[in-house]
């Protein structure tokens, strides 16, 4: 069965550093993945998803993360925090061997960036 | 061109009552998804409809169910209402034809069981 884990329940940064919000998941040969971020009382938005290609995929707002099919980990990540970025983050798996049709979530990450 | 939308978008019921949310997908999208997010954590699975059929079902007893009509909207209801029912659910549409899209959510419907 596809699952997504996320060991961090917050990370903490200062504006203007970078940040990493990890993601490991497990699926059996290749998945589809996806970050997305949820705003206090508001549904989710889609970030960025990695399908195939290029290990590295770029999404909105300056965020990018890095596909590690060994490691089997998916981290979000910014080269500059934002006060704004402060949100909550959530790690996502389809598993296209079982049709693809479901969407698995982590639990989510608090990030709290302090200006 | 309208987002996901989703009513009401709070509502009140006590233990054993029963509740019907609403969902209109995306314009041009024909998947509607459900999850249940309780506070402090990630979304849960609910059902996928397509079709006007329940293509796949997360792990939410028999007294989740749901429909979707021709015009793709989609209804959740729940009967026998528990405390833990208390969640905000979620409304996600896709395009059934692009297994590699994103979802689209809309802002959810908070359901509070007293």
């Known amino acids: 069965a596809q699952s997504v884990a996320q060991p961090e329940d917050q990370v903490n940064v200062a504006e203007g550093n970078p940040l990493t919000v990890k993601c490991t998941y497990s699926?059996?040969?290749?998945?589809?993945l996806f970050w997305y971020v949820q705003y206090p009382n508001r549904g989710l938005q889609f970030l960025l998803k990695y399908i195939t290609g290029d290990n590295l995929v770029k999404g909105s707002y300056g965020f990018e993360a890095e596909f590690n099919k060994s490691q089997t980990s998916f981290h979000l990540k910014k080269p500059s925090a934002l006060v704004s970025d402060s949100a909550l983050y959530f790690c996502?798996?389809?598993?296209?061997?079982?049709?693809?049709?479901?969407?698995?979530f982590g639990a989510g990450t608090r990030l709290f960036v302090k200006a | 061109d309208a987002g996901v939308t989703q009513s009401p978008t709070h509502l009140i019921k006590t233990r054993g009552q029963q509740v019907t949310l609403r969902c209109s997908p995306k314009?041009?999208?024909?998947?509607v998804s459900w999850y249940q997010q309780a506070l402090g954590q990630g979304p849960q699975f609910i059902f996928q409809y397509y079709e006007e059929e329940e293509r796949q079902r997360g792990n939410f007893p028999d007294r989740f169910s749901g429909h979707q009509f021709p015009n793709y909207s989609s209804e959740l209801n729940v009967n026998a209402l528990l405390l833990g029912d208390s969640a905000l659910y979620l409304c996600?549409?896709?395009?059934?034809?692009?297994?590699?899209?994103?979802?689209?959510f809309g802002e959810g419907s908070r359901l509070t069981v007293l």
């Open positions: 314009s041009g999208h024909d998947t």
């Open positions: 996600a549409s896709s395009l059934a034809g692009v297994r590699t899209g994103e979802l689209f």
């Open positions: 699926v059996s040969g290749n998945p589809y």
């Open positions: 996502a798996v389809r598993d296209p061997n079982t049709g693809g049709f479901k969407t698995i």
